[in-house]
């Protein structure tokens, strides 16, 4: 059996290590505040919001979370975008994605501060992070390398294959993948023979947004399995993009869902609050 890769208490250790942190700025008289614009009401949005609020409030970062309605125009956000930029009690914007079908993302992005871009979204910190420059990395991925470290598994020399080509996980991901020396592939919906490119991988990052995708026979015995989804089951349950009852077995190390990659990405969120601090400086 798998060892499993509890996401929670390794996040839970990062939070506890980032309150004294936080607790040592605020001596220096330094508050960190994030603020999270949320556009409409998708239920999803709601929830990942509140995890992202609760997280700030156990290490001492203040979060406010501007609520605009679904009929906000994108004039209307750019502006709400532009006056965070300009206020200096402000460290981190995030605006909460997807946005309403009216509303150009991209345009959004480019419009947030890149020093205060927690999310690692604008282009800017896109390029910084493709040449490897301290800047933001997005959440999603920069936790999954940390959880790794953190489970003393070695990424060097690894074959790492990646399954999703996503601006938010996919690409990045094998960015820092590579930065860590593996050697990496990107597999999506067009890739040939998949379970032949999954089979050669040390470790799989699965991206794909379908419930439970990756069976075990897509998986080398011994492999790494990082889980990325968020699904529902054919009974309405949460589950990620893989099997977990099949893969755990012929695994070496598995995410759960939830409990895995899932807490990480808000904590990381966190450690880029702090980091637009430092950055700031
Ligand atoms: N929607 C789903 N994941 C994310 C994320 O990491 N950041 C933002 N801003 N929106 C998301």
Do not use: W
Not at 39 to 68: F, Q
Not at 163 to 183: D, F, H, Q, W, Y
Not at 269 to 275: F, I
Request: charged letters at 30%.
């Amino acid at each position: 059996m798998a060892k499993i890769i509890d996401g929670k208490q390794i996040s839970l250790d990062i939070k506890n290590e980032l309150k004294e942190k936080v607790a040592k700025y605020k001596e220096q008289g330094i508050e960190i505040t994030l603020v999270v614009v949320k556009v409409g009401n998708d239920p999803a949005s709601a929830v990942y919001v509140r995890n992202k609020e609760k997280a700030c409030e156990y290490v001492g970062i203040n979060s406010k979370t501007l609520a605009l309605p679904e009929e906000t125009t994108e004039e209307e956000l750019l502006n709400v975008v532009k006056e965070l930029n300009e206020d200096k009690n402000v460290n981190g914007i995030l605006v909460q994605l997807p946005l309403p079908k009216h509303i150009d993302e991209s345009k959004v992005l480019l419009t947030i501060d890149s020093t205060k871009d927690v999310d690692g979204f604008h282009p800017v910190n896109v390029g910084k992070m493709v040449i490897g420059e301290d800047t933001f990395l997005p959440c999603t991925p920069a936790g999954i390398i940390e959880m790794i470290k953190r489970t003393d598994i070695d990424i060097e020399g690894k074959e790492c294959v990646v399954i999703g080509r996503s601006n938010i996980v996919g690409k990045p991901m094998a960015m820092l993948m590579l930065k860590e020396n593996a050697t990496v592939t990107i597999a999506h919906s067009r890739t040939k023979d998949l379970k032949e490119v999954t089979k050669r991988a040390d470790i799989i990052v699965a991206a794909i947004g379908k419930a439970k995708f990756v069976t075990a026979d897509y998986v080398k015995e011994g492999a790494v399995v990082i889980d990325v989804g968020m699904d529902r089951d054919e009974n309405g349950k949460l589950c990620g993009d893989v099997d977990f009852e099949s893969v755990s077995k012929v695994a070496s190390a598995i995410t759960p869902v939830p409990g895995g990659v899932g807490p990480m990405t808000v904590t990381m969120l966190l450690v880029n609050c702090l980091r637009s601090v430092e950055l700031n400086k």
